[in-house]
């Protein structure tokens, strides 16, 4: 029986590669230029001071590094039945045809938190769902399947709401490309 959890824990094998937030390069290296030019900034305000010295230019490149790891964007990917968020230590990782919850915090930075029946746990921004539509139908997919077979009994409505928000942002840019585009005043 143990052997044939470890067996359900793997991830099936993906034909074509894993799809990826194709947002994440770009978010990278903005989160690179605004450390540096934090650290470019403090340098050269000490520099005009006359106050420069290796204690405080190792403090500001310390800063500097804080920001960056607080800025580093987490890299999602996803396949057929599971989807994992790479952060700047660790990576998460959970089966999402095995979902048992999915929640969405709402605050200052709005999250989904995704659980499978394995124990993993996965915290992502919705917006990286929005601008990636692989990387939602591989979520979505494995969700049906996982409400399906009975197992994702708590999150519905969070998924609901992402899905639409995701078809109604995809219809936008349809239109927008095709040159249909009829935002209105309400929009």
Do not use: Y
């Not at 409400?147 to 840019?173: C, F, I, K, N, W």
């Amino acid at each position: 029986m143990r052997d044939e959890v470890r067996a359900a824990a793997l991830p099936p094998p993906v034909r074509g590669g894993p799809a990826r937030d194709r947002r994440w390069a770009a978010e990278l290296r903005s989160a690179i230029r605004c450390a540096a030019g934090l650290l470019v900034l403090m340098l050269l305000v000490d520099l005009t001071a006359g106050t420069l010295s290796a204690l405080r230019a190792a403090c500001w490149t310390a800063l500097a590094l804080v920001l960056f790891g607080a800025l580093f964007p987490a890299r999602v990917t996803a396949g057929p039945g599971w989807l994992a968020c790479r952060g700047l230590l660790r990576e998460r990782r959970v089966r999402t045809d095995l979902l048992v919850l999915v929640h969405r915090s709402d605050g200052v930075a709005p999250r989904i938190v995704l659980r499978d029946a394995l124990g993993g746990r996965v915290e992502l921004d919705p917006k990286v769902l929005t601008a990636n539509p692989l990387l939602w139908h591989q979520l979505d997919t494995g969700a049906r399947h996982s409400r399906a077979s009975g197992l994702l009994r708590s999150g519905a409505a969070p998924l609901t709401t992402l899905a639409q928000h995701v078809d109604r942002t995809g219809a936008r840019e349809i239109f927008r490309a095709s040159g249909l585009d009829c935002e209105g005043p309400g929009d």
